[in-house]
């Protein structure tokens, strides 16, 4: 038997106080259980469908924003924004926004390319990869 079932909510529509379980019922045998229950406590019920649906996304690509602009057609910042709103959401602090502007795909196929080529080192690649302005009289 197939029952469709609305999401759990913990919080009146009406006033917003907390809401308590009173009810349990058996589909299968019909038993009904009555009394106070605590709803299980999870930082995912306060996700909206639409914050959820990022949260998988993330997960499917495995947490790299890189991966995530390019399925979502959606710059850093604005992942990084979306993301943030969620650790809030889930009542966890977001870490400091770093102060360098992320690299482009192209920008670390460029930088990758040119160590290959020898073009520059590999410290001079590791900074630029990190977004960090390098100076180059001083790397050589």
Known sequence: MVVKMN???DKCPVCGENLVVTHLNCLKCRTTIEGKFALPYSPL???SSEQMQFLLTFIRCEGKF???EEEMKL???T???RFDEILQSMGFEAGEVESTTPLT???RKRIL???KKGRINVE???LRLKGVPVDEKKLK
């Open 75 to 77: 710059s850093y910042p």
């Open 124 to 126: 001079e690649a590791s």
């Open 7 to 9: 999401p759990l909510i």
């Open 66 to 68: 890189n991966r995530m």
């Open 105 to 107: 795909a192209e920008e």
């Open 45 to 47: 019920t306060h996700l």
């Open 113 to 115: 390319d040119d160590l």
């Open 79 to 81: 992942l990084r924004s």
